[in-house]
């Protein structure tokens, strides 16, 4: 099996482009100028050129902060390109998955979100990941929705990386204590991407599989319990560590709102596609492992 995957550099991606291979499947990963979400007539050309059986689109505007002062950009990479993608996906008559995010929920569900809970995000780069989900589902019959958070990895920009970085230049870090959410690990994440592609190449239009589906990995932690599980799992390879005092969300002031509970429940993905992504805590320590080189 051959996918094209929006994006170069991201976690996702890059996990894809390591996983891909280990599976049997060759991961064709689009970048720009080739293919650019921010300029729709790029899209279909260049899916149309890797003559590939299925799609995923893991490139998307990620500056959630920045998205309050650019709504438009975000909205146009996100909601938008994100319907190219469907779009040419449809065309093409392959299926697409595409990756959603926890910011299309305001985070005050007192539980783990389910795939039927209503929507509210709370801010712009929410409603633009919003209206590309909408998107998705009108424009390309054969399409698998992923909703994740948190998600971490030796890749990229994330929060492990950054609190390893920041516990090379402070003894002490406050981290935010009252933002729950079930951190999953991009690599764990790629497996269960090609599992589901591998799982619905061929499928109908009318097969049931079709729809949204929440990615996240087993267990729940606080931004400020995962910096502590980080730094002791760091500090048992000799690797940089920091002392974490935990803050609340209003001594940490962001131009965007965050969820509270970005929890996502992800039984509805294991019962569907057998897939459930490793606890949070051991895919803690793989990532940790990679990232000193132990």
């Not at 779009?87 to 998955?97: K, M, N, Q, S």
Request: glycine share 12%; charged share 20%; with cysteine.
């Amino acid at each position: 099996m051959k996918i094209a995957v929006t994006g170069t550099n991201g976690q996702v991606v890059t996990s894809l482009i390591e996983i891909g291979p280990q599976r049997g499947v060759e991961m064709v990963a689009l970048g720009r100028p080739m293919l650019d979400l921010a300029d729709v007539a790029t899209i279909a050309p260049a899916l149309a050129a890797t003559g590939a059986d299925g799609g995923v689109n893991a490139a998307a505007y990620t500056a959630v902060d920045k998205a309050e002062s650019e709504p438009d950009a975000a909205m146009a990479v996100n909601g938008a390109g994100a319907g190219a993608v469907a779009d040419a996906c449809e065309r093409l008559g392959v299926p697409l998955i595409h990756i959603s995010t926890d910011y299309v929920f305001d985070g005050s569900k007192p539980a783990p979100y389910v795939e039927t809970d209503p929507v509210a995000p709370l801010g712009a780069y929410g409603a633009s990941k919003l209206e590309g989900e909408r998107q998705v589902a009108e424009r390309c019959r054969r399409r698998v929705i992923l909703r994740t958070a948190w998600v971490f990895s030796p890749f990229g920009a994330n929060f492990a990386k950054t609190m390893l970085r920041v516990a090379g230049q402070r003894p002490q870090l406050g981290v935010v204590d009252d933002q729950q959410g079930c951190p999953p690990y991009a690599p764990d994440l790629a497996e269960a991407i090609v599992t589901v592609a591998l799982a619905v190449k061929g499928a109908a239009e009318n097969d049931s599989r079709w729809g949204i589906y929440h990615a996240a990995g087993s267990g729940e932690t606080t931004w400020c319990g995962f910096a502590r599980e980080i730094f002791a799992r760091s500090g048992e390879r000799g690797g940089p560590v920091a002392e974490v005092n935990a803050i609340t969300t209003d001594q940490y002031p962001t131009p965007a709102r965050r969820p509270a509970n970005s929890r996502l429940d992800g039984g509805k993905l294991a019962r569907v596609f057998g897939v459930r992504l490793p606890g949070w805590r051991d895919a803690t320590a793989r990532c940790v492992a990679r990232l000193t080189g132990a």
